[in-house]
């Protein structure tokens, strides 16, 4: 332990051991997190699904009701006018629409065995007991009216009359057919089928309770793991911002201001920043030493050897523009050179480019590699008529670049070229902006190498 304490002391902290570790547990801690989200959403959905099978159900205990409702009010319809069309309605909701039976179904098989199902099929039970003093009464009523026996619904057919009933006149027997349908007992019966659904509709209400109840409190439980997470990330989160800050924050700001006073740096703070300190504290040794050399590589690219963005941005700053012409060069499907031959033939393709463009332009002229494959080209003295000129150098080096070189191993390739004069009234501001849209025209247009922009 002391000998790690005082490796730590000599060498720092490694800040990047220490986020290493926080991030390991933070993404456990998100991963906890993410599951407990997932298992609040599964709850959620749980209860949602709940209630919407609460709806379904008490639906389908609806039905039941409204189904032998319905039954009812087509046979006294009948009894009373003897229209054959409400016994035909009766008859199809009895053996085609059932939606008594389907309601029973759908409880039955998400409920089996529950009391909502047990009291529901009590009520069916004393509905298809009414039935069969439903169908005893349209048998009389088809006699009162005089229906032929043939035209008799099949299941009517069956029904026999007592010797006393039979023997009754028509309007006896439709009177007992009237009877039959409006005493007492009729009444009870409905009033127990009534009873029934109500008390069915209770029980699921029951149940979806006790299982909404129940999520709700297993839900309020990952609520709260999800909260103590949720702190746990944020301790872990303050935790790195605070290592950070007196780690590497602190020591690099004393750090920036030793620099600008271009003095030697403090040895302090993490690992990677003391690092850092002695890494810069050797370099700004040997710089002293190199700076010539260093001055060229802070101005120059190392791949073409032309001023790079930092010395193209000195050169436009301090050169007389508005005597020059500023030419934005970009190469023409570079990224298919680099896609189809590799990123070395495409270094050797800028190359290329680097090498005739320096060649083609005279030795007062400014050729600058700016971006990956952009290209800049500062003319001193050149004014606007020098269209033309610009116009010949521009084709005879793509007739150069053209040319493939086995020994090269660089494919055929062609520049495009947006040019403005300084003469034309343009701000060293609008200056690149105007090259820029030339440029633009001129690789829109295939059969134009060279877009001048137009004065102001």
């Not at 209860?47 to 039941?64: G, H, K, M, P």
């Not at 087509?74 to 035909?88: A, E, K, N």
């Not at 349209?138 to 026999?160: F, H, I, K, N, S």
């Not at 028509?170 to 057919?177: F, I, P, T, W, Y």
Request: aromatic share 8%; net charge negative.
């Amino acid at each position: 332990m002391k000998k790690f304490l005082l490796e730590i002391k000599n060498k720092g902290i490694s800040l990047r051991h220490v986020n290493i570790v926080m991030l390991v547990i933070a993404l456990l801690i998100s991963a906890v997190l993410v599951f407990a989200m997932n298992r609040t959403n599964e709850l959620y959905e749980v209860t949602s699904e709940a209630n919407d099978d609460l709806i379904v159900w008490r639906s389908s205990a609806y039905d039941l009701q409204i189904a032998s409702d319905y039954l009812t009010d087509q046979m006294r319809s009948f009894v009373i006018t003897g229209d054959r069309t409400y016994l035909d309605n009766y008859i199809e909701e009895a053996y085609v629409t059932k939606r008594r039976d389907k309601a029973l179904d759908i409880l039955e098989k998400n409920l089996a065995d529950t009391k909502p199902v047990i009291t529901l099929a009590q009520a069916m039970d004393v509905s298809m007991k009414l039935m069969d003093r439903e169908y005893y009464s349209a048998r009389l009523a088809l006699a009162a009216y005089g229906y032929p026996q043939d035209e008799y619904p099949q299941q009517v057919m069956g029904v026999v009359l007592s010797e006393h009933d039979e023997a009754l006149d028509e309007q006896g027997k439709l009177a007992l057919a009237m009877d039959m349908l409006f005493d007492d007992e009729y009444r009870k019966s409905k009033d127990a089928i009534s009873d029934s659904m109500q008390k069915c509709l209770d029980e699921l209400v029951e149940i979806i309770d006790e299982k909404n109840i129940e999520n709700a409190s297993r839900m309020k439980r990952q609520v709260v793991i999800e909260h103590i997470l949720t702190v746990m990330m944020i301790v872990i989160l303050l935790g790195i911002v605070m290592l950070t800050r007196y780690l590497m924050l602190i020591p690099l700001k004393r750090s920036i201001e030793k620099i600008r006073e271009e003095k030697v740096l403090d040895v302090k703070g993490a690992y990677e920043m003391r690092f850092l300190a002695r890494t810069y504290n050797l370099m700004n040794r040997v710089s002293r030493e190199s700076k010539e050399k260093l001055e060229y590589e802070a101005t120059h690219d190392p791949l073409t050897g032309l001023y790079n963005r930092r010395g193209y941005d000195f050169l436009l700053n301090n050169v007389d523009i508005y005597t020059s012409a500023f030419l934005l060069i970009d190469l023409d499907k570079f990224k298919s050179i680099n896609d189809n031959y590799g990123h070395d033939v495409g270094d050797k393709a800028l190359t290329k480019v680097a090498k005739i463009l320096h060649k083609s332009f005279r030795a007062q002229d400014y050729v600058c590699r700016i971006g990956g494959d952009e290209f800049a080209v500062i003319m001193i003295h050149a004014e606007s008529q020098l269209t033309g000129r610009i116009q010949n150098k521009i084709r005879e080096i793509n007739e150069q670049l053209k040319i493939a070189n086995k020994d090269e191993g660089v494919p055929p390739i062609s520049l495009s070229v947006g040019v403005v004069f300084g003469d034309q009234n343009y701000s060293i501001d609008e200056i690149f902006k105007e090259a820029d849209k030339a440029l633009y025209k001129a690789k829109e247009d295939a059969n134009r190498e060279v877009v001048f922009a137009e004065a102001v």
